[in-house]
Antibody, heavy 119, light 109 residues
Framework: EVQLVQSGAEVKKPGESLKISCKGSGYSFTSYWIGWVRQMPGKGLEWMGI????????RYSPSFQGQVTISADKSISTAYLQWSSLKASDTAMYYCARLRGGDNWNDYWGQGTLVTVSS | EIVLTQSPATLSLSPGERATLSCRASQSVSSYLAWYQQKPGQAPRLLIY???NRATGIPARFSGSGSGTDFTLTISSLEPEDFAVYYC???????????FGQGTKLEIK
């Protein structure tokens, strides 16, 4: 069974750093792109970027380029989303999602990680 | 960047009624359009891909149509569990880049 399990909720202060994770299982982790999606409180879905764990090829949405870092450790089948200096506006739910092979639709999703940034 | 515009923002209907949701792209996306359903407190779920193909396990009351810039998600007879937010998404082949519409909230009338 394909599963993406994300790390737990985080509460941080502005200016702090953070790295959240998404662990894949039940499939060949290195053979599928993994994407990250932001959902701000009460708002819609925003596509942030993707990584191919097989070779760490990473692509960002222009809106998120330079704001976050996406990485992966294929030895432990885990993708990451990282901030070096959080802002209050980073408060959101973050989802990871697998891109289906062949057509890149998001077929499996993690349960989401809620990030709250508040002083 | 391609922009997807969904309408209406909110749709109020009763169980048993037919729902028609629209998604318009700012430029042609061919048939590269999907629909997702999101219920409160849950991750999105893939319903329809490539404009008209139902994903695995999706009931036949859900159907998608369209190509180019205009797409429709139809729910033929609403069940109580169908009241949710629906998003359309387009994709590019290479580099892989997907964008979402702003969503349509389907609420019980």
């Amino acid at each position: 069974e394909v599963q993406l399990v994300q790390s737990g909720a985080e509460v941080k202060k502005p200016g702090e750093s953070l790295k959240i994770s998404c662990k894949g299982s039940g499939y060949s982790f290195t053979s599928y792109w993994i994407g990250w999606v932001r959902q701000m409180p009460g708002k819609g879905l925003e596509w942030m970027g993707i990584i191919y764990p097989g070779d760490s090829d990473t692509r960002y949405s222009p809106s998120f380029q330079g704001q976050v870092t996406i990485s992966a450790d294929k030895s432990i089948s885990t993708a990451y989303l990282q901030w070096s200096s959080l802002k209050a506006s980073d408060t959101a739910m973050y989802y990871c999602a697998r891109l289906r092979g062949g057509d890149n639709w998001n077929d499996y999703w993690g349960q989401g990680t809620l990030v709250t940034v508040s002083s | 960047e391609i922009v997807l515009t969904q309408s209406p923002a909110t749709l109020s209907l009763s169980p048993g009624e037919r729902a028609t949701l629209s998604c318009r792209a700012s430029q042609s996306v061919s048939s590269y359009l999907a629909w997702y359903q999101q219920k409160p407190g849950q991750a999105p779920r893939l319903l329809i891909y490539d404009a008209s193909n139902r994903a695995t396990g999706i009931p036949a009351r859900f159907s998608g149509s369209g190509s180019g810039t205009d797409f429709t998600l139809t729910i033929s007879s609403l069940e109580p569990e169908d009241f949710a937010v629906y998003y359309c998404q387009q994709r590019s082949n290479w580099p892989p880049r997907n964008t979402f519409g702003q969503g349509t909230k389907l609420e019980i009338k």
